[in-house]
């Protein structure tokens, strides 16, 4: 009889806990997929025509390739602002900027291929469909009421380098072929981005996380790549076992510190209600 993939043979067997935690599937595919490849047939367009038609198409072409570019990339950036409590709006909003490329790129071919009125009704109605297929980019900061820019600005830097390791560690893995791994690690990441939203939701805990946020990611990435190279040449069971041990004290140390930092907060909370309750009481007014 016919076993089940991830059966107890399969490398997959053991299933890893927390390795989807949280995962959502991304809006930047399929349709954003097909703007790159609906422009292609203007290459045709523009090597069947004279030398002022052949320079106008390409032009079309390379606006519209640059318009799935930047919609690709307004997405994602998109994706991480709705993940956050705290984030401020895209410095460039680049899905606006993608359904202008659009319809100038529309409008070029549609000049080249027709004339002006057709240009102008290309141009308009790739625009506007655009904007209703991908929406506009987030135009405002979230959650930034009474926060410290300064503050918010420090811990934006020390997540984006803590997110460069954990994307080299994600490339080093990919390299090394070894899927069960891959799956711890992608647990042990998860687990990692809670402090680091922790961090952003009260930059006040930065100077607590900050060794995490680099030194041991710095660490953590150095000992994968490591690991990748001696795996993917000799698949070592004990370099194996050894990266595993490492991935589960990570895991379990930036838990602890992400745990600790809430209780801190909510003891934060508890002295500012007593304090709160104090005055109240000096002034003499009683809860109801």
């Known amino acids: 009889m016919a076993q089940r993939y991830g059966g107890k043979f399969s490398p997959e067997g053991k299933p890893v806990k927390g390795a989807y935690r949280g995962a959502k599937r991304t809006r930047a595919g399929g349709r954003v997929n097909l703007l790159f490849i609906i422009p292609l047939p203007l290459i045709w367009k523009a090597f069947t025509s004279d030398p002022v038609g052949m320079a106008q198409y390409l032009v079309a072409l390379g606006a519209l390739i640059l318009a799935a570019w930047l919609t690709r990339e307004g997405l994602l950036a998109q994706e991480a602002y709705e993940a956050r409590k705290i984030a401020r709006r895209p410095a460039l909003p680049r899905k606006i900027a993608g359904s202008v490329l659009t319809g100038l ?67 080093a893995m990919k390299r ?72 589960d004290d990570l895991e379990q140390n930036f838990a602890a510190r992400t745990q600790k930092m809430l209780l801190d907060d909510r003891s934060d909370l508890n002295i500012e209600i007593e304090v709160l309750r104090d005055r109240l009481k000096r002034e003499g007014i009683k809860a109801g």
């Open 105 to 171: 790129g529309l409008g070029i071919a549609g000049f080249a291929g027709f004339g002006v009125t057709e240009a102008a009704i290309f141009a308009v109605l790739g625009a506007v469909l655009h904007s209703m297929a991908f929406g506009f980019d987030p135009l405002t900061d979230k959650g930034m009421e009474g926060v410290d820019t300064f503050q918010t600005d420090r811990v934006a830097r020390a997540v984006e380098e803590a997110e460069t390791y954990m994307s080299a560690m994600t490339e």
């Open 176 to 247: 090394a072929g070894d899927r069960q791994m891959m799956a711890r690690l992608e647990a042990f990441q998860a687990t990692a981005r809670d402090l680091f939203r922790t961090v952003e939701e009260d930059p006040r805990d930065l100077t607590a996380a900050r060794k995490y946020l680099s030194v041991y990611l710095m660490g953590a990435r150095d000992a994968t790549v490591k690991y990748a190279d001696i795996y993917g040449r000799s698949h070592d069971e004990k370099a194996k076992a050894d990266y595993a041990a490492l991935l």
